[in-house]
């Protein structure tokens, strides 16, 4: 019963180099969301999906790609690495179609950018 | 926007003792949840409560829509209860969860 599952659970980048944060979750939910959290706050949205090959902008997007060509995965993608995205990043997932809007979050990915 | 308050910031406790979170909320949500963020950064769901009262062993929580508050009760704290509670909300054909600051809760042995 894997859930949400995010990799790599660490990862410390230089300035300017790039990554794929990897999500994918085997509950068969059509909505799936990427949040950052900072230290001492709540959790912030990047993006969100509601279903395979739809993707939109949360609150705080910029510096950041996604792409959703499955429903199971939800991939996130940082360009251009900069400081200011130094953060715990958590992808979740949610079955809203049926009414059950609860959101199970991956473990999540703690990023250093130096 | 939705604002969401949570009470208090910080709760020292002795092992055994109760206590009472409280999330504040200044609209009309559908979907309220309560984590628990554990001290390795993990996000562990306790209840999805919109309304309504729901009970898990030691933790019980209260959500009243119509007066805009949920609280989460625990009760006999272990050890194992610190971390950081979270309440999290959104509303009808919003997307995004809003959070709350959080509480967070140190249990002394």
């Known amino acids: 019963n894997a859930g949400v599952t995010q990799t790599p659970k660490f990862r410390i980048l230089k300035i300017g180099q790039s990554m794929t944060l990897q999500c994918t979750q085997d509950m068969n939910h059509n909505y799936m969301y990427w949040y950052r959290q900072d230290p001492g706050m709540g959790l912030k949205l990047i993006y969100y999906?509601?279903?395979?090959?739809?993707?939109d902008k949360g609150e705080v997007p910029n510096g950041y790609n996604v792409s959703r060509s499955t429903t199971e995965d939800f991939p996130l993608r940082l360009e251009l690495a900069a400081p200011s995205q130094t953060s715990v990043y958590f992808c979740?997932?949610?079955?809203?179609?049926?009414?059950?809007?609860?959101?199970?979050f991956g473990q999540g990915t703690r990023l250093t950018v130096v | 926007g939705i604002q969401v308050e949570q009470s208090p910031p910080d709760l020292i406790l002795q092992e055994g003792a109760n206590s009472t979170l409280r999330c504040n909320f200044s609209?009309?949500?559908?979907?309220l949840q309560w984590f628990h963020q554990n001290p390795w950064g993990q996000l562990i769901n306790l209840f999805y409560?919109?309304?309504?009262?729901k009970q898990n062993g030691r933790l019980s929580a209260t959500t009243v829509a119509t007066e805009r508050y949920s609280l989460l009760y625990i009760s006999s704290s272990q050890t194992t209860d610190s971390g950081v509670y979270f309440c999290?909300?959104?509303?009808?054909?919003?997307?995004?969860?809003?959070w709350g600051a959080g509480t967070k809760l140190i249990i002394k042995p």
């Open positions: 979740a997932s949610s079955d809203e179609d049926r009414g059950l809007a609860e959101a199970f």
């Open positions: 999906s509601v279903g395979a090959g739809i993707t």
């Open positions: 409560i919109p309304s309504g009262t």
């Open positions: 999290a909300l959104k509303r009808s054909g919003n997307y995004q969860l809003i």
């Open positions: 609209d009309s949500v559908n979907n």
